[in-house]
Structure formats: C-alpha cells, structure tokens
C-alpha cells in the first residue's frame, strides 16, 4: 500500500507577481535544485493498495491535481467532512468524470456531511444541484451516497470503517484496509478515544495519519475548532500502537514552521511530515 497528500498550492505563483527587483518565488536560478513548496492550504490524498484503488480521502485539492483523464483514475472518493478546505474542488472533479461520460458520480460521505453538501454547495447559489440534474439517458449526475458508521464498507477495492471523530460538525476518522496493510486517517480532530481504539483492533495497521493544526499559542483556538497543537498532539502519540508509523498532514501554512518547531522539540523525530506530491511506501 501507498498514499499520497496532494498538493494545493502553486511554486512560482503570486496573485499580485513578484516585488519588483525580486525573482519570483519558486524559479530557481540556473542549475539550482526545484525548491520544495509544503504549504498545504487544501486536504486531499490517495491511497493504492494490493489490487485495490486509487481511492481519494477528501476533495480539497482533487479537482485541481492533472488533467480530467487523471482525475478519472480515481476509482473512489470518500469525504471525512464538509468543510471548505476539505470538499473545495469537489464539484471541479465531478465534473471531470463527467466529460468523461461517469454519471453518475458517487461521493461517499456521512449523512451529516451529504446534509452540508446539499444544503451549502450542491443547492444552486454556490453550484448547481447535480443530484437533480439528468444525463440525456436518465443518469443522474452525482450520487451523494452515506456510508454506515462502524461497520466496514467496500469501496475501490479496500474496506473501509468510518467513526466519528472530535470536531464541530460530523466529521469521521477512516480506517482503510487492502487485506494487507492498513492505515488510519485521524481527519479534523481533536483529542480522540475512539481512534485509538479503533488502532488497537486493526492488526493490519502500519500507519496512522494524523494533524497539527495550530501552534501552542493558538491552544485555546485548537481546541474550541477541534484540532490538535504539538502539545496536545505529542499526548495522543502516546496511544499510539508499537511499530506504527505517524504521518502529519494539516498544519496551517501560515503556522507551519512554528509548529514543526514545536513538534521537533517535544518528539523529535517520532513524527513524519508528508510532502505534497510524495508517495508514501507502506509496504504490503
């Protein structure tokens, strides 16, 4: 099994262009390496595994990533939750498997987050209602569809099992397994019982992917939003089962080299910080 973070953000690119006398940022001089650009705005990955996937965790940055016959590839989309940096350019990748005659599209998500979708997004003023909207055969556009909490559900190949997490709207962790490796998506949320006990009854897991979303200054803010700071991050690493991998997603690009700062002095290297872009190798 491997997973990808997504990127959602754009080297070399200004809304407003390079201040004068200033190169633009991400060009590098002639001969230097390609700089590595982390800010991670936008929440999406995607994960492949022993005959099974490409599934995508989230839409965040899904729409945006290749061209429509890349986006195709993906032969599943389930969301942890309906806030904006996560479900952002969901309506752009429907609509690029719709060019590529896929109606209808499913989108798995909670019934608390379909109930978000179609009333914030998919109801005319932000998007067009796709649900309602018809191919000429009869095919609906885009299927909302709810996925059971607790149970496994089969999608693109692997079984997946949603529970709920802390955070102030429905939002679910995902556990996600191929038959030989699994991995844990902790999605938005705060300090969380029902992760670590979901890791615990999941022999097959290598890894856990979890946030750090604000620094230590910011706690009083992390915790009223439903996320985790370093210090509340380096309490839950102590749940976390032997032998399995931590991988870090969601630091808010304004805060994250104060965090990564903060994380380097309180675990050192017991974390792993995923590139955009990078393939992540699990193993089988």
Do not use: N
Request: aromatic share 6%.
């Amino acid at each position: 099994m491997r997973l990808r973070l997504l990127p959602s953000s754009f080297p070399g690119s200004s809304p407003a262009g390079p201040a004068a006398g200033v190169p633009a940022a991400g060009v590098p001089e002639s001969g230097a390496p390609a700089p590595r650009f982390a800010a991670q705005p936008l929440t999406s990955f995607v994960v492949e595994g022993a005959g099974a996937g490409p599934l995508a965790v989230d839409a965040g940055s899904l729409g945006l990533v290749g061209e429509p016959a890349d986006m195709g590839r993906i032969a599943g989309l389930v969301l942890t939750h309906a806030h904006i940096d996560h479900v952002a350019s969901l309506p752009m990748w429907v609509e690029a498997l719709l060019s590529l005659d896929r109606a209808p599209v499913r989108v798995h998500a909670s019934a608390g987050a379909i109930e978000a979708l179609r009333a914030h997004l998919f109801s005319g003023p932000l998007f067009p209602d796709f649900e309602s909207l018809r191919e000429l055969d009869g095919r609906p556009l885009m299927e909302l569809v709810p996925f059971p909490e607790g149970a496994p559900f089969e999608l693109a190949g692997f079984q997946v099992t949603a529970f709920p997490v802390v955070h102030p709207v429905p939002t679910h962790g995902l556990l996600v397994d191929d038959g030989e490796v699994a991995v844990l998506f902790g999605a938005d949320s705060g300090p969380c019982d029902a992760l670590w006990q979901v890791a615990a009854r999941a022999p097959r897991l290598r890894a856990v992917v979890l946030e750090a979303s604000f620094p230590e200054r910011m706690q009083a803010i992390a915790d009223g939003s439903g996320h985790l700071t370093p210090a509340t991050l380096a309490a839950e690493l102590e749940q976390v089962p032997e032998g399995v991998r931590v991988l870090l997603a969601h630091l808010k690009p304004a805060y994250r080299g104060e965090i990564i700062a903060e994380l380097s002095r309180r675990v050192g290297d017991a974390v792993e910080f995923l590139e955009p872009g990078a393939w992540v190798d699990l193993g089988q």
